[in-house]
């Protein structure tokens, strides 16, 4: 029989009960004991999910109140473990303790983002009384719903953190000390009686470095030696190929498991490189993209498994975890049915995978009806009408070489920026979003409800701009923003400005912590009908006395921080982007905007941002990524002022600009936005001294890591309030 099996099933619930739960904990509003009841109510309810839908191998401990992952340094302080455990994604500053947060980044090329592990020279690892794999093991058998749990392997584990900041070293080089703790957990789970584990090592996708590619093999010979004394391991790998790796994949474990939506074609090679004994489980079923899955591609490709390995060593399986799909369709009424139709969320996913599952073992008969059903679907959206639109083609055809640069050198167009704007030496300015409070999020969900007027909302959107600019006035920065009051998001506000997209209303998936993203989802041709932030940013220039920044989320971002098509190669949809956007540019140009910042977080490769006058200032924002892995795309974009996300990494990285003799503005962020912390006047100007030591004081912006959004009003105001005070000192110096 060929078994069906989920990788991960999302953790926020149908309506983000977990996100309410885990900010009214923080909040005062919840106790510990209330908390912790709710996830466990969620996590049982996600196992049923799953098993109704007819799911054999169902996960556990793919839950988390925040990210996995707890660094000894937390655990000195005092605080009780689940503070401690949120200390560590979003800091603690209360009762004499004050604990700044760890780094956070980008989950591979996902949108999600995960709390970067840092190692001491001297790290030890120990097992926790009561490790969570074995408590929530423990808590579905009681259910009666026997599960697999996964666990992040060792490798990845270490290769996906970093060294401490001061510290040096190699996190590889602790796998001797690490394995120990594993072998413990694998033990007391198989006590518990998993019989199965899901042991992810996605790094496995990367180009790795030469001395982590040897880790694998004494890794899981260990594991491979313990016998029975453990569960069976499926080595998990997803997010990309395998294929370059091949030879470091563990020859000795019960099965492996590779995505097969990112790449098919690697499955010959991959059933090749397999054990004698080997199972492989197929993911065919995508846990990145809504798309409902054409069943019948996805059994021809089980198939052609089945027919090298047999029935009993094949399992089929989702690509990824399914954390970044929605819960489930059933909570859109508001889509459009022709389009609902294509769409499948976690729920249908799973539901998706245990039919491919039972076709396979009973043959098509057995499903029939799905079947039938999923051809029409698939038929249905082949033929559409609503994906194509000839203009958007017609435009993306004359697109030349030219379109890609701006019309002057760097030299020039700062000079004319200078005498427009007349900046002082060490400008502050912030990333965008200032404080999205209660009262805005009340306010635009009257206005979707149809509660109040159009006209109302603007003006209550007017207000709010008002108010960013007097509070900027008085803390004394440089370069304002309005502050994006009006967006619900960087990206969905967008989406649902422009042809092509369609939008959700409950289709939330988490970004990290307790936040959430709805993205928007790519059904055809991109194009812009009307500007979409020209209101606003003329509005805000209208009343102030100092330059405005125009904001606008860049092409890259807008595609891959949406749910892109999967029958059109992505850089299509992005180029369409990007012409719908240069349209805004030009428009708020044209408005009187003197500065315009894209923010381009997701980016990974260049892409161009061009046709403004000389004079007009573009800045470009980056953050969550190691900037220096593609330093030469961002480079590339030719972007009179850079803001990169810094503060919680080493200022070292900053090396990449000297060495490369960059020569126009960057502005580092000096403090981490992610947490309610407030970075002292005197830490500022550490970092901002640090940063001295690689970048000149004419090429130095000072602003903060990211946008203010998640942040409350008295601690942003006070924050920025260092900030403004610190880079005015460095300013006095250099006066002198
Ligand atoms: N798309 C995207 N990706 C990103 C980022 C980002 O900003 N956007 N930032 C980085 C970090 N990730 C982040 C992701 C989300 C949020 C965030 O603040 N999300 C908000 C939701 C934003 C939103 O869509 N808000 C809507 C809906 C708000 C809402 O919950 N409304 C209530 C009702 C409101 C009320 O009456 O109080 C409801 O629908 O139930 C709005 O403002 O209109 C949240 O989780 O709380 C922040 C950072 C990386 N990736
Ligand atoms: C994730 S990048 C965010 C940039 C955006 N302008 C903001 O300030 O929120
Ligand atoms: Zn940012």
Redesign the pocket.
């Known amino acids: 029989m060929v078994q069906s099996a989920v990788l991960g099933f999302p953790r926020m619930g149908a309506n983000r009960e977990l996100?309410k739960a885990t900010e009214a904990y923080w909040g005062g509003k919840l106790s510990q004991a209330e908390l912790l009841s709710e996830a466990k109510r969620l996590r049982l309810a996600h196992w049923k999910i799953q098993r109704d839908a007819g799911v054999d191998i169902i996960p556990s401990n793919d839950f988390a109140l925040y990210d996995q992952a707890v660094p000894d340094r937390y655990t000195k302080d005092g605080l009780d473990a689940v503070d401690q455990y949120f200390a560590m994604g979003r800091g603690h500053q209360k009762g004499g303790v004050d604990v700044p947060s760890l780094e956070m980044v980008k989950w591979f090329d996902s949108?999600y983002?995960y709390v970067k592990p840092t190692f001491q020279n001297n790290q030890t690892f120990k097992l926790v009384d009561s490790p969570k794999a074995v408590v929530e093991f423990v808590e579905a058998k009681d259910a009666g719903i026997h599960t697999r749990p996964v666990l992040v392997g060792p490798v990845s584990f270490l290769h996906l953190g970093k060294a401490d900041r001061d510290q040096s070293v190699d996190p590889i080089d602790l796998l001797d000390k690490l394995l120990p703790v594993y072998e413990q957990l694998l033990a007391k789970l198989k006590v518990a009686g998993a019989d199965t584990v899901q042991i992810d090592e996605p790094v496995l996708v990367f180009d790795l470095p030469t001395n982590v590619k040897p880790a694998f093999k004494p890794a899981y010979d260990r594991f491979a030696s313990l016998g029975d004394k453990i569960p069976k391991i499926v080595f998990t790998t997803y997010f990309g190929d395998v294929i370059h790796n091949l030879h470091v994949i563990p020859k000795n474990v019960y099965g492996i498991h590779v995505d097969l939506v990112r790449n098919p074609e690697q499955l010959p090679v991959v059933m090749g490189a397999l054990g004698p004994k080997t199972i492989l489980s197929a993911g065919v079923v995508d846990g990145r993209n809504i798309w409902k899955t054409n069943i019948k591609s996805a059994i021809e490709i089980v198939e052609s498994a089945i027919q090298r390995l047999g029935k009993d060593r094949v399992i089929v399986a989702t690509s990824s975890s399914l954390l970044h799909t929605p819960h489930t369709l059933a909570s859109e009424k508001k889509l459009d049915p022709e389009i609902a139709d294509w769409f499948s969320f976690a729920s249908e996913k799973s539901h998706e995978i245990a039919v491919i599952a039972k076709a396979v073992t009973e043959g098509p008969a057995a499903v029939r009806q799905q079947l039938e059903a999923n051809a029409k679907s698939m038929q249905s959206r082949a033929t559409s009408t609503r994906t194509n639109d000839p203009h958007v083609k017609e435009r993306q055809s004359k697109v030349t070489e030219k379109d890609h640069h701006r019309n002057s050198e760097f030299t020039v167009r700062i000079s004319a920026q200078q005498n427009k704007l007349k900046l002082p030496l060490l400008p502050t300015t912030t990333i965008g979003s200032f404080p999205?409070t209660?009262e805005i999020?009340?306010e635009?969900?009257r206005l979707t409800k149809g509660e109040i007027k159009a006209e109302a909302y603007d003006k209550f959107i007017e207000k709010e701009i008002e108010n960013n600019v007097k509070i900027q006035e008085e803390l004394g920065l440089d370069v304002f923003v309005h502050g994006e009051p009006e967006r619900?998001?960087?990206?969905?506000y967008f989406g649902e400005r422009l042809k092509g997209y369609a939008f959700t209303t409950h289709a939330w998936v988490q970004?990290?912590g307790?936040?959430?993203?709805?993205?928007p989802i790519i059904v055809g041709d991109i194009s812009r009908p009307a500007p979409m932030t020209v209101k606003e940013s003329k509005y805000a220039v209208s009343i102030s006395k100092k330059p405005m920044k125009g904001m606008l989320t860049g092409p890259v971002t807008c595609l891959r921080?949406s749910f892109p098509r999967d029958d059109i190669h992505q850089s299509v949809q992005a180029q369409q982007l990007a012409l719908a956007l240069r349209d805004e540019v030009v428009d708020l140009e044209k408005a009187g905007i003197d500065v315009i910042q894209v923010d381009e977080?997701a980016l990974r490769e260049g892409f161009p941002t061009s046709g403004v006058e000389d004079s007009t200032q573009i800045h470009s924002h980056f953050c969550?990524s190691e900037f220096q892995d593609f330093f030469h795309a961002i480079a590339a974009l030719d972007a009179d002022v850079l803001s990169i996300e810094n503060s919680k990494s080493d200022a070292k990285l900053l090396r990449v600009f000297v060495d490369s003799a960059y020569p126009r503005h960057i502005g580092p962020g000096v403090y981490d936005i992610h947490s309610p912390r407030v970075p002292s006047e005197e830490e500022i100007k550490n970092r901002i001294e640090e940063m001295l030591r690689y970048l000149k004081p004419e090429q130095l912006w000072i602003d903060p890591d990211c946008g203010l959004?998640?942040r409350q009003w008295k601690e942003t105001k006070e924050a920025l309030q260092n900030m403004v005070n610190a880079a005015k000192f460095f300013r006095d110096k250099y006066a002198k």
């Open positions: 996100k949108n983002h999205q209660k999020r009340a635009r969900n619900n998001d960087m990206v969905q970004s990290y307790s936040r959430c993203v709805r993205p921080w977080p969550y959004k998640t």
